[in-house]
């Protein structure tokens, strides 16, 4: 090689090799690693010792979310394009460190949930197993706000479900276990599918694959290519609105919550809904915010849709004489997702949409303390109660006073009423949001539903106070559940004295 030759080489071969801030990647990526870490103990252990797996998950999920304190300084970018260091794929920004926090806390109640689920367990579920699944599920979910193009998005969103169809169904020889995580799965994969094939119509559109370029180019795309662009649009939608239990991809929720062991119930309701609606925030808002047209009255129409037909199925379960508290709260997280699709139909007719979205996650951070709380709540009830009935509830403060006085205070948070200032601030929020983008038919189908809320919220809080059926049952509340169910009351407690520290976001913005 010539002397001249070789120094090109060398030049070339530098700006091919990729430089990566490993402080930017580390909460996904230590969540990755503590589950192969958890994976690979779990052949030496013995039985015996299994447990200790679940205190190890614990503390990476844990250690994973202090990662975020160093983030807190300032943007971070790496996987960047050559020569274009502003045009990256992953980002760490306002936008991603919210979520991510929200996905690693929402995994370790989770977790905590699971430790006394796995312990207590009859036919006994395959540990090591369980815990890999969980942590992997949460480092893709991590993974996935931070995401800046297109097919990390996609990678992201794959590995935060997949394992989740396993969890489901992770319950050998349980029939509705295996038909929940059958459901779950068939619905996710028909979805992606979908999904995948508008990401490639929006990529021959464009030629590009970064959220940042796609919104750039999509605006310049000729007449021939229009239509194709915006069926792109359209398709790449579906997958993210299925992810958010959007009518009328909301159909798996019921079955596959009550079929699915509870930690990963409320796993799928909060961590869930936090990768679909912040997959949905960054393919509206960032990637095409100049078809705002097509995107707005979709997303506005999935919103009426689905807080109508959450609150009306929660509704109908009261007609069951024996209705499980778990389905109940599965058609309320329906309804729920509604309201958290309002702030994203208002930012395609305000004009600073990026600002207006932080009224979703201001809402999604109150809902995910206080939905959390109470599937701890329901977790304690179900110990000794298999079926988990509403009714089983009644009587609840007579023998366990606190969870009582909590899951009536979540359960009041969720309808938006005091003392559940947090509740009745955020839908307060979010209504404005949809009222200042002139969509007041919206806002007043929102009213009309919290109203609907009411009934099946009070109904079920007054049910606590009621004088118990026969004596008492004392609920002996293990360490890890006791520890899942103060996490959650102090949050949604300190939510409701000082909200501004969430609802600033719908304020400021967050990207």
């Known amino acids: ?85 502003g045009v990256c794929s992953y980002t760490v920004d306002h936008f991603t460190l919210v979520v991510q926090f929200l996905v690693l806390a929402g995994a370790l109640v989770a977790a905590l949930l699971s430790v006394t689920t796995l312990k207590d367990a009859d036919k006994g579920l395959p540990e090591g197993e369980y815990w890999f699944l969980l942590l992997s599920s949460a480092a893709g979910a991590a993974l996935l706000p931070a995401s800046r193009d297109l097919a990390t998005l996609v990678v992201a969103l794959e590995v935060a479900s997949l394992p989740a169809f396993a969890l489901v169904g992770i319950r050998h020889g349980d029939r509705k276990s295996s038909e929940a995580a059958l459901k779950f799965f068939l619905s996710s994969v028909t979805a992606t599918a979908v999904s995948l094939m508008g990401i490639s119509f929006v990529y021959a559109s464009t030629g590009t694959l970064y959220l940042t370029q796609v919104a750039d180019r999509i605006q310049r795309v000729d007449g021939q290519l229009y239509t194709l662009a915006q069926t792109g649009v359209v398709l790449t939608l579906v997958g993210f609105a299925f992810k958010t239990a959007a009518v009328p991809f909301h159909f798996w929720v019921p079955d596959t919550y009550v079929g699915a062991p509870l930690p990963i119930a409320a796993y799928l309701s909060v961590v869930g809904k936090a990768v679909g609606f912040s997959g949905l925030i960054l393919v509206t808002v960032v990637a095409f915010p100049t078809y705002a047209h097509v995107w707005g009255p979709a997303v506005a129409a999935l919103a009426a849709l689905t807080m109508t037909v959450g609150n009306v199925g929660a509704l109908r379960q009261q007609a069951t004489r024996a209705y499980s508290a778990v389905r109940l709260l599965a058609w309320s997280s329906v309804g729920q997702a509604g309201y958290l699709l309002v702030p994203i139909a208002a930012a395609a007719y305000s004009d600073d949409a990026r600002k207006s979205v932080g009224s979703t996650l201001a809402y999604a951070l109150m809902y995910a303390a206080v939905n959390l709380g109470a599937f701890a709540v329901a977790a304690l009830v179900g110990r000794n109660r298999a079926l988990n009935r509403v009714t089983d509830y009644r009587g609840l403060y007579a023998s366990n006073p606190v969870a009582a006085l909590l899951l009536a205070f979540f359960l009041l948070c969720l309808a938006g009423l005091p003392p559940g200032v947090i509740g009745l601030f955020a839908k307060v929020t979010v209504f404005s949001a949809a009222v200042d983008a002139g969509m007041g038919w919206l806002a007043v189908v929102m009213a009309v539903n919290v109203v609907i809320a009411l009934f099946y919220y009070l109904r079920w809080t007054t049910l606590l106070f009621r004088a118990p059926e026969g004596q008492p049952e004392k609920h002996r509340v293990p360490t890890p559940l006791t520890a899942a169910i103060a996490l959650t009351g102090v949050l949604g407690i300190a939510l409701s004295g000082a909200p501004q520290l969430v609802l600033r976001f719908a304020d400021t913005g967050l990207f």
């Open 1 to 85: 090689m010539s002397s001249l030759a070789q120094p090109l080489a060398q030049s070339a071969v530098q700006s091919a090799v990729q430089s990566v801030d490993w402080l930017a990647i580390a909460p996904p990526t230590l969540a990755a690693v503590v589950a192969l870490a958890v994976l690979v103990a779990d052949l030496f252990l013995a039985d015996a010792r299994k447990p200790v797996l679940g205190w190890v998950s614990v503390a990476g999920l844990a250690a994973a979310a202090l990662l975020l304190l160093p983030l807190l300084d300032g943007d971070r970018r790496t996987f960047c394009l050559t020569g274009d260091a």
